[in-house]
């Protein structure tokens, strides 16, 4: 009986860029330097919504990773590593999704 492999091939490049939007906001080193705090102080646009709280931006500019890992991963599902990274990316993207959401509800609903 042998075991067959998926192969290498364009659905893999979903893994590298996956990887690359978890570094994106991953805290490195001792100084937890963060590489989408570093590029969000450069352009000079603040880190949360309103001042130290609610909406995360880098979390939700981090979409420009997972659409491009979920449309590769769908796209070449038989390829290696695609269907961790079709999963992954799509949770994360929901997240991203949803999360700017539950700030204007709890606005509406307290005023």
Known sequence: MTIQRKPLGLG???LLVLLMGLAFN???GKENFMISHYLLNLINMPIYSNGDQRLHIPFVVAAIFWIPTFWIAKKYRAHFGTSVSYNVAG???LLCIIGPVIPVID???NG
Request: avoid cysteine; proline fraction near 8%; charge should be neutral.
């Open 107 to 109: 606005w509406m609903v």
């Open 91 to 93: 949770f994360m993207l």
């Open 26 to 28: 991953f805290p490195w």
């Open 12 to 14: 893999t490049l979903s």
